[in-house]
């Protein structure tokens, strides 16, 4: 993976493939690599972009608070350094958020929009799950002041955990993904990230997205409920919305054959999925 200075900082990204640009935009904490099952995949479709979002792998750590602005930003520079003028996105988790950013503040950048376990703003029914709360601070609730104070390892592992449902990925994945937590400089970049997160706001400004979009959920998601997909969905012009049964926050992990699936169908249909399209558990 090439290494190249936008926006002042170095990011670390990859890609592969030809036809159509496809930017996969990683989560909190995540690297280009957590795109492990789907960028193979789409890569025999598109021209797949992943990378490091700054403060994680080996994309540049700067110190201090971030915002999911700053982060599009980031994107939207290395698409012009990639000569790429628009391309389809997909963000998922804190991706997400940043995708809401690029696409809000780069309009003619973004072609599709798929917006995935992610939230619009912690107001409301949107933001943090009850079981995520509880997991940092030991309460329901907590105050605005205390989110610059919390335990970062404490919230980092609470998130690792709570990202995935099946025994299975709880048996090994949870215990990898605590272990690379630490192998990233210690727990540098991931502050300014956890801060992107916890100041992420477009519930005002949904209605300016003009791309396509589709967004994505799990019932089953203890990170960002469902009830943050249905104001996303409500918020973006003519969105469509799409739920898995049972699915859980990593959607792209326990869930990926189904969700390549629709992923590349909605990206090729001509006419978008219906509204509250239910994928059975699988």
Same mark, same amino acid.
């Given at each position: 993976?090439? $290494? ?5 900082? #170095?990011?670390? &990204? ?24 789907? +960028? ?46 628009? +391309? ?18 780069? %309009?003619?950048?973004?072609?599709? $929009?798929?917006?995935? /376990? ?9 933001? &943090? ?5 509880? @997991? ?18 404490? +919230? ?6 709570? /990202? ?29 990230? @956890?801060?992107?997160? #916890? ?6 400004? $949904? ?9 994505? /959920? ?6 960002? %409920? ?18 898995? +049964?049972?699915? /859980? ?16 169908? &909605? ?16």
């Amino acid at each position: 993976m090439p $290494l190249t200075k936008v926006n002042g900082i #170095n990011i670390h &990204y990859r890609v592969r493939g030809s036809g159509e640009p496809l930017v996969l935009i990683m989560g909190f904490m995540g690297t280009g690599q957590g795109w492990f099952f789907q +960028a193979s995949v789409f890569a025999r479709h598109y021209q797949v972009v992943t990378f490091d979002n700054r403060g994680v792998g080996k994309s540049d750590k700067p110190e201090g608070d971030y915002t999911t602005k700053t982060m599009a930003d980031d994107i939207a520079a290395l698409m012009e350094h990639l000569q790429i003028d628009a +391309a389809h996105i997909v963000g998922v988790s804190m991706g997400g958020m940043i995708a809401q950013e690029l696409a809000i503040n780069h %309009p003619n950048r973004v072609r599709r $929009l798929v917006l995935v /376990s992610t939230m619009a703003g912690r107001e409301g029914l949107s933001g &943090y799950s009850p079981d995520l709360v509880s @997991a940092i601070t030991g309460r329901e609730t907590y105050t605005e002041d205390e989110l610059g104070t919390l335990d970062l390892s404490r +919230a980092t592992s609470a998130v690792i955990s709570l /990202s995935f449902n099946s025994r299975l990925c709880r048996w090994l994945l949870v215990p990898l993904a605590k272990l690379l937590r630490f192998k990233m400089d210690g727990m540098k970049g991931l502050a300014g990230q @956890a801060a992107a997160c #916890n100041s992420h706001y477009t519930l005002d400004r $949904l209605r300016l997205i003009e791309a396509p979009t589709l967004v994505l /959920s799990g019932t089953g998601d203890r990170i960002f %409920p469902d009830s943050c997909a249905d104001v996303i969905a409500a918020g973006v012009p003519d969105a469509r919305l799409v739920k898995f +049964a049972g699915g /859980s926050h990593t959607l792209i992990v326990e869930m990926r054959n189904e969700f390549n699936r629709l992923i590349l169908g &909605y990206l090729r249909a001509d006419v978008p999925y219906p509204i509250e399209r239910l994928i059975p558990d699988c």
